[in-house]
């Protein structure tokens, strides 16, 4: 028994508590999990390493039996971990491909196969250059193009059907006459409001040829309710492209394309308009490097008489190319016949200082002089009417006795500012410029007169006399360089206004 006493001092010593051998055996302490060590937990970025806790003994009380009392033990402390700051090491998105480019969008249907490929492949490869020339020249009026059909609720990519037409060249003229950036046959460039005579001709204005153009896109589009049928009609017309339809039974492009109711041309068009707006939209993709040219920007002004261009460009200290690269619609050299107030284009910044010298100069240096051909039933008054004329001036000017007119004589005649009478029937009967030719002026003042042949007269003596060239005779006159004069025939002839 004092062994089993002993034994049980030596225990109660080790855990501070005291023991007698009449006590109940002592309950069993609680488990207190091991303290984590640092290999069990690895260091992860930002956090402290746990420590293991130190637990105070629990004290011993003077009065406390020396049985053993189980005492509750706390969790293990853990040291305050330092918050982990939102970071990018935690969950990182990979960040993009430097190389990864952004696809283009387009608002008409674009798909890709092996037609619109090849197409591709021609563009990129056999007309390269000239392709490269079409995309440059785009910059001029992709703009402006855009804008009116933006205006028009149109797809704006349709743009490019002119990429195809005409390369964006207002002076592209087909075999077949097209005319224009967007290539108006003259029967359908009439229909949507373009006027075509001798004078001028719109489908080469970039601004009422694109408005025609959107027109004419919306109705094929409001007929067929799908754009690669409207753009299959733009080339071969609603007309044969409905009876394909018709003959076919097909009702989507590409079902018609592999019947042979199309040509070769229309089968190919809607291909070679998607692959060139691929292109266009994406060069650098195909290895396009483009100098785009400018866009297309100016003044207008009114112009209430015919005028010569020269004149205007002299007057507004710009060269007569500038303006003729803005306006070319124009087909004479001056403002058409038939306006009231014709607006012409003049570079961005002119208007001003054209408006103030126009003004300043005489009227009769305004007056722009016109050889006519008279034609069958024209009178000395209806052919004053129609240029804004009297027919004294008329008969005054060609030294004329009567009033009656020789069909295919040429007389002179001076341009008024009245509005004209310009005939219904000039657009549509064939009449070509020949029947009227602009009198070029002479540098600084001049004045037009007929002049009549007398018999020994020879084109030199003639040049000599009036203090100008046989050359310019020749071209006042449409003489060929073989063609000689006779005594009694009229010749217009222009002399400065100082010597008349």
């Given at each position: ?8 001092v030596l225990?109660g010593a080790m855990?501070g508590?005291t ?7 002592p309950?069993?302490r609680?488990?207190?999990?091991p303290?984590p060590s640092a290999?069990?937990?690895p260091?992860r970025?930002?956090?402290a390493p ?5 637990l105070p003994?629990?004290p011993?009380a003077?009065?406390?039996?020396a049985?053993?009392?189980p005492v509750?033990?706390p969790?293990?402390?853990v040291?305050a971990?330092?918050p982990i ?6 969950i990182e998105?990979?960040a993009?491909e430097?190389?990864?480019e952004?696809?283009?969008?387009y608002?008409?249907p674009i ?8 197409h591709i492949e021609?563009?990129n490869?056999?007309?390269r250059?000239?392709f490269e020339?079409?995309?440059s020249?785009s910059?001029r009026y992709?703009?402006?193009m855009k804008?009116?059909?933006?205006k028009?609720?149109?797809p704006?990519?349709?743009v490019?059907?002119s990429l ?11 075999r ?6 967007w290539?108006?046959m ?5 229909k949507y409001g373009?006027r ?9 204005d970039?601004v009422?040829s694109?408005v025609?153009?959107a027109?004419?896109?919306k ?11 409207a ?9 044969r ?5 018709a003959k076919?039974k ?6 018609l ?10 089968r190919?068009?809607?291909p070679k ?5 691929i292109?266009?939209k994406?060069?650098e ?7 785009y040219h400018e866009p297309?920007?100016?003044d207008e002004?009114a112009?209430?008489r015919?005028t010569d261009?020269r004149?205007?460009a002299k ?6 190319e ?9 087909k004479?050299?001056?403002?058409p016949?038939g306006?009231?107030?014709y607006?012409?284009?003049?570079p961005?910044?002119t208007?001003?200082v054209?408006?103030?010298n126009?003004?300043k100069i005489?009227?009769?240096?305004k007056?722009?002089?016109l050889k ?11 052919v ?16 004329l006795?009567?009033p009656a ?5 040429t007389i002179?005649?001076p341009t ?14 064939g009449v070509?410029?020949?029947s009227i030719t602009v009198v070029?002026?002479?540098?600084g003042?001049?004045k037009?007169?007929?002049y ?14 009036f203090n100008?060239?046989?050359d310019?005779?020749?071209k006042?006159?449409?003489?060929s360089?073989t063609?000689?004069?006779r005594?009694?025939?009229r ?8 010597q008349?």
């Open positions: 028994m004092r062994w089993v006493c002993v034994m049980t225990v855990v508590v023991a007698c051998a009449s006590a109940p055996p309950r069993p609680a488990h207190v999990a303290a290999a069990s937990h260091a970025p930002g956090v746990p420590t293991s806790p130190q003994a629990p011993m003077a009065d406390q039996p049985a053993a009392v509750p033990v969790p293990p402390a040291a971990e330092t700051p939102p970071q990018v090491s935690i998105e990979p993009p430097p190389d990864e952004e696809l283009p969008t608002d008409v798909i890709l196969n092996s037609s619109v490929e090849s021609y563009f490869t056999r007309i250059d000239k020339l079409w995309l020249r910059g992709l703009p402006l804008e009116i059909f933006k028009n609720n149109l704006e990519d349709l490019f059907v195809i037409e005409s390369g964006f060249n207002p002076y592209a003229y087909s077949s006459r097209a005319v224009g950036p290539q108006f003259k029967g359908t460039g009439l373009l075509i005579d001798e004078w001028i001709d719109e489908r080469r970039p009422k694109t025609a153009a027109n004419y896109l109705d094929l589009y409001a007929l067929f309710n799908s754009w690669p049928l753009l299959a009609s733009y080339n071969a017309g609603e007309g492209v409905g009876r394909a339809m076919s097909a009702d989507d492009f590409w079902d394309r592999s019947t042979r109711y199309l040509r070769p041309e229309t190919n068009y809607v308009f998607m692959a060139a707006t292109i266009a994406n060069p993709k195909y290895g396009f490097t483009l100098n297309l920007q100016y002004v112009i209430d015919p261009l004149l205007i007057v507004a200290s710009v060269t007569y500038d303006l003729k690269n803005l306006n070319p619609e124009l004479q050299g001056i403002t016949l306006y009231d107030h607006l012409l284009k003049l961005v910044g208007k001003a054209f408006e103030e126009f003004s005489p009227e009769w240096e007056t722009v002089w006519h051909i008279v034609r069958r039933g024209e009178t000395l008054s209806s004053a009417r129609k240029f804004g004329t009297t027919t004294a001036t008329l008969r005054d000017i060609n030294h006795k009567r007119l020789r069909v295919g004589s002179l005649v008024g500012n009245q509005e004209l009478q310009v005939e219904e029937t000039a657009a549509s009967t070509t410029s020949a070029e002026p002479l540098a003042e001049s037009p007169f007929t009549r042949v007398k018999r020994g007269d020879t084109l030199w003596n003639i040049a000599k006399r100008t060239t046989i310019q005779i020749r006042w006159n449409g003489l360089q063609r000689t004069i005594a009694g025939q010749l217009i002839l222009q002399i400065a206004a100082e008349s």
